[in-house]
Every structure is written in structure tokens, then in C-alpha cells.
T-cell receptor, first 116, second 112 residues
Framework: EAEVAQSPRYKITEKSQAVAFWCDPISGHATLYWYRQILGQGPELLVQFQDESVVDDSQLPKDRFSAERLKGVDSTLKIQPAELGDSAMYLC??????????????FGPGTRLTVL | GDSVTQMEGPVTLSEEAFLTINCTYTATGYPSLFWYVQYPGEGLQLLLKATKADDKGSNKGFEATYRKETTSFHLEKGSVQVSDSAVYFCALSSGGYNKLIFGAGTRLAVHP
């Protein structure tokens, strides 16, 4: 069964350092999502791509976060500089991208970030 | 804006007990509704979904019915197992780009 891949699974960094997370969606999925899940809360969307284009980044803190999906396949989410409040699980998801409300999102295992 | 409210946890049950986790939503339009499950240290897995009013989603003994009149999508299971221990998230799809909005999650602990 195809899965969404993410790396690394765990990342510990010091504040003010740069970190990057990688996501490889299910093959053929046009839509890719990055969510942030703070401990004890539900995931919140940071950015959504349709192929290589950003279609929603309204909740992305653009002063320190950036995301790209250059070839419309895998994606990288970067934080620079990291702050203590960025400690969370970062989840990547993908869907086929048929734009219907029934389009199911499949999640990767996540990257747990700890900022010291 | 659109939102999802779930009952707070943790919910602690004995094996073979009946489970209900309440979920209500606020949305414009007619969203699809989902239940996702997160086992310790893992990402989210889709448990079930319903795309229109009165639809019932079901999977692995879990069920939920899309109730438009009460804006609810309560999760039920007739007999829980220890292996069902996890965090359960109710969610709706919102807007033209299929963005998911999640509730805060409900932790379920089932003991033998």
C-alpha cells in the first residue's frame, strides 16, 4: 500500500537554528498539505499545494517559515530561525487532488520537532 | 469560520464496553465529515468518512452518521478492544481546496 513518506522522524534543534523537513507524497497525488500539530491539539493547516503552486498559505508564519514543491512531487518545509514555540509535530498529507470534498487526505508519520 | 468541537478526554473504558465520542460542527455549505485515529507515535489514519447528510461511515466496527439537523457526527463502537486505545480526531473539509479542520482530539484508553 502506497504511503506518504516524511523525514526525519525526530529533530532536536536549538532556537535560532534552521531546520528543514521533507515529504514525499503518494505517487500521482496532485495535492500536498503541511499541518502543524501542537501537543494536545488537532492539526492545523500551514500550507497547501496543488501541483507546484501554493493554493493556501494563510496560516503559514511567512517571516520564518517557507515551503516549496518545485517539481510538483516532493516538498520541503523550512523554519529559520526556529523558536521555542515551534516545538510540535509537523504532518504531511497528500490527496489525489480532484478538488471534490470527498477527496481523502492520507497522512505521513510526521516529524516531531523539539526546539531547545 | 468553520469549526469542530469534540468531547474532552480522556475516555477510559473497560474492554467490550460501548463507546461514544461526541462531535459537533459549524460550517457554511455542506462539508464532508471524517474521523481520523492517531496511535502513539504515528501519523493520522482515516477511520471513516461521510460525504452528505444521513450517510453512515463505518470501518473496523466503528460507525458515525452525518446528522445535518443536529450538526453532529458522533463516533460509536459496540465493543471496544485494548487495541482501540488511541486519540480520535473529528474533522470536516472546508472550502474549495478541501482544507481539513480538526477538533482537538479525544484520547481513548481501554483497559482489560
Amino acid at each position: 500500500e502506497a504511503e506518504v513518506a516524511q523525514s526525519p522522524r525526530y529533530k532536536i534543534t536549538e532556537k535560532s537554528q534552521a531546520v528543514a523537513f521533507w515529504c514525499d507524497p503518494i505517487s500521482g497525488h496532485a495535492t500536498l498539505y503541511w499541518y502543524r500539530q501542537i501537543l494536545g491539539q488537532g492539526p492545523e493547516l500551514l500550507v497547501q499545494f496543488q501541483d507546484e503552486s501554493v493554493v493556501d498559505d494563510s496560516q503559514l508564519p511567512k517571516d520564518r517559515f517557507s515551503a516549496e514543491r518545485l517539481k510538483g512531487v516532493d516538498s520541503t518545509l523550512k523554519i529559520q530561525p526556529a523558536e521555542l514555540g515551534d516545538s510540535a509535530m509537523y504532518l504531511c498529507a497528500s490527496s489525489s487532488g480532484d478538488s471534490s470534498s470527498t477527496d481523502t487526505q492520507y497522512f505521513g508519520p510526521g516529524t516531531r520537532l523539539t526546539v531547545l | 469560520g468553520d469549526s469542530v468541537t469534540q468531547m474532552e478526554g480522556p475516555v477510559t473504558l473497560s474492554e467490550e464496553a460501548f463507546l461514544t465520542i461526541n462531535c459537533t460542527y459549524t460550517a457554511t455549505g455542506y462539508p464532508s465529515l471524517f474521523w481520523y485515529v492517531q496511535y502513539p507515535g504515528e501519523g493520522l489514519q482515516l477511520l471513516l468518512k461521510a460525504t452528505k447528510a444521513d450517510d453512515k461511515g463505518s470501518n473496523k466496527g466503528f460507525e458515525a452518521t452525518y446528522r445535518k439537523e443536529t450538526t453532529s457526527f458522533h463516533l460509536e463502537k459496540g465493543s471496544v478492544q485494548v487495541s482501540d486505545s488511541a486519540v480520535y480526531f473529528c474533522a470536516l473539509s472546508s472550502g474549495g481546496y478541501n482544507k481539513l479542520i480538526f477538533g482537538a482530539g479525544t484520547r481513548l484508553a481501554v483497559h482489560p
